[in-house]
């Protein structure tokens, strides 16, 4: 059936509103009212189906049928706490409406509201003690309280009565999952999803049990599962181009990046996605060269994001190439952060003079800008004027708690001054309030190896390298420290976090 215009539909619902006369009763109305309804509903046109139905409503509210349906509606355009009040609104007209029990029963559930929950579920369960919604319902309530071994018995029942359907089966699994048996759960998941049309809601699930277990070889297998089933979400490509990087299939990953960078080429997050996934899965001259390559095609945005990925691979000189165009003498709101960035890579590459001038430009223009503060308390460092490259950084650090480079920086000005304790409490807190930056986890190491403390800094190498799997800076760093120091603890942790990835 050939579908009329939203626009178009509206235009009726008005035209409808002017042309109901006062000669009709208020049932005709809302009879009227409640037909626009169904039309607006055929032909998708969800707003001007709201607006009907509680017209309607508004001449007949004593109809539980009319609250039902827009309680339907409210819940597909997103609107869960009107369509609660609206099946609640049912339900009083009508107290064995099977809709609206089980419909509330639902969503309290799912709102962790047991007490509600029960409260419609005792009614459905007295009518049809294998009432579906019921049933699910109990067994949201009862994984929610965590009783595993009741939500397991509700799984069997909830399998028998929708048989043909996931839910059953993910409350089985969650049920298993939380009785320990995360790997039976994962099994019988693995063997619906084979068999499944619809395999998403299996595939979802397993996804989330292999990401608690930390297992990357099942993220990634269930990635690729995944993929065909979201051809428009590029997380799942990315993340199944991981799976076949650490098989050693390059030519399924050059499809798969080819492709996203065909269909989202405009999409600055999606192409910085891309260029993490290089940094994390290739060698680091190969990451450079494809990173290099988005950036030199991507727009102004994605060149100064991967302009500064550049400087952290150590090639500053392609990223002062990039930044050259986008950060005229002329310092603007539009070009600030290019500004910025262009004196980082200037300052990475020696430029010193042309990076201090650059960072005055930007702090004439905001002198509370934090980034050309930091690159003013580097080049003061450089210079070793301690006292006010420590009074810049703290600038930053005082005005933003959160701020990574501004904590780093403040560590790294106590160990170029030599002292050792305030040097390692810096690190330390650095450390404990960003656990999963690569940078500071190399400034320490750095630190600690120029201190002899060899086999510490293996240790902290190690031990972050097996908690950041997926990091391709975490495994240069690793690496790196192992090969230079061979410390004991690399020989320990090694095998481990090898076998882990997959390698």
Same mark, same amino acid.
């Given at each position: 059936?050939?579908?009329?215009?939203?626009?178009?539909?509206?235009?009726? &619902?008005?035209?409808?509103?002017?042309?109901?006369?006062?000669?009709?009763?208020?049932?005709?109305?809302?009879?009227?009212?409640?037909?626009?309804?169904?039309?607006?509903?055929?032909?998708?046109?969800?707003?001007?189906?709201?607006? &009907?139905?509680?017209?309607?409503?508004?001449?007949?509210?004593?109809?539980?049928?009319?609250?039902?349906?827009?309680?339907?509606?409210?819940?597909?355009?997103?609107?869960?706490?009107?369509?609660?009040?609206?099946?609640?609104?049912?339900?009083?007209?009508?107290?064995?409406?099977?809709?609206?029990?089980?419909?509330?029963?639902?969503?309290?559930?799912?709102?962790?509201?047991?007490?509600?929950?029960?409260?419609?579920?005792?009614?459905?369960?007295?009518?049809?003690?294998?009432?579906?919604?019921?049933?699910?319902?109990?067994?949201?309530?009862?994984?929610?309280?965590?009783?595993?071994?009741?939500?397991?018995?509700?799984?069997?029942?909830?399998?028998?009565?929708? !048989?043909?359907?996931?839910?059953?089966?993910?409350?089985?699994?969650?049920?298993?999952?939380?009785?320990?048996? +995360?790997?039976?759960?994962?099994?019988? #998941?693995?063997?619906?999803?084979?068999?499944?049309?619809?395999?998403?809601?299996?595939?979802?699930?397993?996804?989330?049990?292999?990401?608690?277990?930390?297992? #990357?070889?099942?993220?990634?297998? +269930? &990635?690729?599962?995944?993929? !065909?089933?979201?051809?428009?979400?590029?997380?799942?490509?990315?993340?199944?181009?991981?799976?076949?990087?650490?098989?050693?299939?390059?030519?399924?990953?050059?499809?798969?990046?080819?492709?996203?960078?065909?269909?989202?080429?405009?999409? +600055?997050?999606?192409?910085?996605?891309?260029?993490?996934?290089?940094?994390?899965?290739?060698?680091?001259?190969?990451?450079?060269?494809?990173?290099?390559?988005?950036?030199?095609?991507?727009?102004?945005?994605?060149?100064?994001?991967?302009?500064?990925?550049?400087?952290?691979?150590?090639?500053?000189?392609?990223?002062?190439?990039?930044?050259?165009?986008?950060?005229? !003498?002329?310092? +603007?709101?539009?070009?600030?952060?290019?500004?910025?960035?262009?004196?980082?890579?200037?300052?990475?590459?020696?430029?010193?003079?042309?990076?201090?001038?650059?960072?005055?430009?930007?702090?004439?223009?905001?002198?509370?800008?934090?980034?050309?503060?930091?690159?003013?308390?580097?080049?003061?460092?450089?210079?070793?004027?301690?006292?006010?490259?420590?009074?810049?950084?703290?600038?930053?650090?005082?005005?933003?708690?959160?701020?990574?480079?501004?904590?780093?920086?403040?560590?790294?000005?106590?160990?170029?001054?030599?002292?050792?304790?305030?040097?390692?409490?810096?690190?330390?807190?650095?450390?404990?309030?960003? !656990?999963?930056?690569?940078?500071?986890?190399?400034?320490?190491?750095?630190?600690?190896?120029?201190?002899?403390?060899?086999?510490?800094?293996?240790?902290?190498?190690?031990?972050?390298?097996?908690?950041?799997?997926?990091?391709?800076?975490?495994?240069?760093?690793?690496?790196?420290?192992?090969?230079?120091?061979?410390?004991?603890?690399?020989?320990?942790?090694?095998?481990?976090?090898?076998?882990?990835?997959?390698?």
């Amino acid at each position: 059936m050939r579908l009329i215009s939203r626009r178009i539909a509206a235009a009726s &619902a008005l035209l409808l509103s002017l042309g109901l006369g006062a000669c009709q009763s208020s049932q005709e109305k809302a009879d009227a009212w409640e037909g626009q309804y169904d039309r607006m509903m055929a032909n998708q046109a969800y707003p001007a189906a709201l607006m &009907a139905i509680k017209k309607s409503i508004s001449y007949d509210d004593t109809t539980a049928r009319r609250y039902i349906k827009m309680a339907e509606l409210q819940m597909q355009v997103g609107q869960p706490a009107g369509a609660a009040a609206s099946f609640q609104a049912a339900l009083d007209l009508e107290p064995d409406n099977i809709e609206a029990l089980r419909n509330l029963a639902m969503l309290s559930a799912g709102g962790r509201q047991f007490d509600a929950a029960q409260h419609y579920i005792d009614p459905l369960l007295s009518l049809n003690p294998d009432d579906p919604a019921g049933l699910l319902a109990s067994g949201a309530i009862a994984l929610g309280q965590r009783r595993f071994a009741d939500a397991s018995v509700l799984s069997d029942r909830i399998i028998a009565a929708l !048989p043909d359907r996931s839910d059953g089966y993910i409350v089985k699994a969650r049920a298993l999952d939380g009785l320990g048996k +995360t790997r039976e759960a994962i099994a019988l #998941l693995d063997k619906k999803a084979t068999l499944a049309e619809d395999p998403k809601d299996y595939l979802y699930q397993m996804m989330t049990f292999y990401r608690r277990l930390g297992d #990357l070889q099942g993220i990634r297998a +269930t &990635a690729i599962r995944l993929m !065909p089933l979201y051809p428009d979400d590029p997380r799942y490509a990315i993340e199944a181009a991981r799976g076949y990087a650490a098989m050693g299939k390059q030519d399924k990953v050059r499809a798969i990046v080819d492709d996203l960078l065909k269909r989202f080429h405009n999409n +600055t997050d999606v192409l910085i996605a891309i260029a993490d996934f290089w940094r994390d899965t290739q060698p680091l001259a190969v990451a450079r060269a494809e990173v290099l390559k988005i950036a030199t095609a991507g727009p102004p945005r994605v060149r100064s994001a991967l302009a500064d990925q550049l400087i952290d691979m150590d090639d500053a000189r392609d990223a002062a190439q990039l930044l050259a165009t986008l950060a005229p !003498p002329g310092v +603007t709101s539009h070009n600030i952060d290019a500004q910025t960035h262009y004196a980082r890579a200037l300052l990475a590459t020696g430029q010193n003079a042309q990076a201090q001038a650059k960072i005055d430009a930007v702090l004439d223009f905001d002198k509370a800008n934090p980034e050309a503060l930091l690159l003013r308390a580097r080049l003061k460092l450089l210079a070793k004027d301690y006292r006010g490259a420590f009074t810049d950084a703290q600038l930053v650090a005082n005005d933003d708690d959160n701020n990574e480079q501004a904590a780093l920086l403040v560590a790294q000005i106590y160990a170029a001054q030599g002292n050792q304790v305030l040097a390692g409490g810096a690190f330390g807190t650095a450390r404990q309030k960003f !656990p999963d930056s690569a940078d500071i986890l190399k400034a320490e190491i750095d630190w600690l190896l120029s201190q002899k403390r060899v086999e510490e800094a293996a240790q902290r190498a190690v031990s972050f390298y097996r908690n950041h799997q997926r990091s391709g800076p975490a495994a240069q760093i690793f690496h790196k420290v192992c090969s230079q120091t061979h410390a004991m603890a690399c020989g320990a942790g090694a095998p481990i976090v090898t076998k882990m990835l997959g390698m």
